[in-house]
T-cell receptor
Framework: DAKTTQPTSMDCAEGRAANLPCNHS???????VYWYRQIHSQGPQYIIH???NNETNEMASLIITEDRKSSTLILPHATLRDTAVYYC????????????????FGKGTKLSVIP | GAVVSQHPSRVICKSGTSVKIECRSL??????MFWYRQFPKQSLMLMAT?????????EQGVEKDKFLINHASLTLSTLTVTSAHPEDSSFYIC?????????????FGPGTRLTVL
């Protein structure tokens, strides 16, 4: 799976949009971008995933650049409960036959939402 | 989303004892479960992958005789830390794969905090 690079930490004011970047310059054509987050002392929680189109769900939006070498997770109106470590993971589509179901976690970005 | 539970949520034991951690998928049948370990201020590290009815596959550097994994049913996997020592103190997290889902198929438990005195 492709390696990802994320900033170590970020701050965001409560109510503002949080934009979390992720660099994955070695991503392959059959690799998806996944985002998870981990609130302190809890298990990771799935947020969103995408291949090449921008995606939006009830939690967040995912913007993937046209060359797919980077992406940004957007939390439109951050709340204190969004304080967590956010992980950007790139992996092969599980059903491709060539990949596995494993998720490889990097160091992630520690997002602190400030009142 | 699907629910995965872990028991216990927290355990404190003496050095040399064995500790069993259970991971259950509550509303789906998990053909594959994963066990992770997370030390303070570090990321999750995959320890092993277990498929129901077969032997677990361990990651490099993880001692299979120390971390015994049993996945005897489609809803339960157990991790037993044998002869635990203080360096085994960590946050252990399991995840389970729901084969009925296409993309977001893996769900994580809440974790078990192990402290070995």
């Amino acid at each position: 799976d492709a390696k990802t690079t994320q900033p170590t930490s970020m701050d965001c004011a409560e109510g503002r949009a949080a934009n979390l970047p992720c660099n994955h310059s070695t991503i392959s054509g059959n690799e998806y971008v996944y985002w998870y987050r981990q609130i302190h002392s809890q298990g990771p929680q799935y947020i969103i995933h995408g291949l090449k189109n921008n995606e939006t769900n009830e939690m967040a939006s995912l913007i993937i650049t046209e060359d797919r070498k980077s992406s940004t997770l957007i939390l439109p109106h951050a709340t204190l409960r969004d304080t967590a470590v956010y992980y950007c993971i790139v992996r092969v589509f599980p059903y491709s036959g060539a990949g596995s179901y494993q998720l490889t976690f990097g160091k992630g970005t520690k997002l602190s939402v400030i009142p | 989303g699907a629910v995965v539970s872990q028991h216990p949520s927290r355990v404190i034991c003496k050095s040399g004892t064995s500790v069993k951690i259970e991971c259950r998928s509550l509303d789906f049948q998990a053909t594959t479960m994963f066990w992770y370990r997370q030390f303070p201020k570090q990321s999750l590290m995959l320890m092993a992958t277990s498929n129901e009815g077969s032997k677990a596959t361990y990651e490099q550097g993880v001692e299979k005789d120390k971390f015994l994994i049993n996945h005897a049913s489609l809803t339960l996997s157990t991790l037993t830390v044998t002869s635990a020592h203080p360096e085994d103190s960590s946050f252990y997290i399991c995840s389970a794969r729901d084969p009925s889902r296409t993309y977001n198929e893996q769900f994580f438990g809440p974790g078990t905090r192990l402290t070995v005195l």
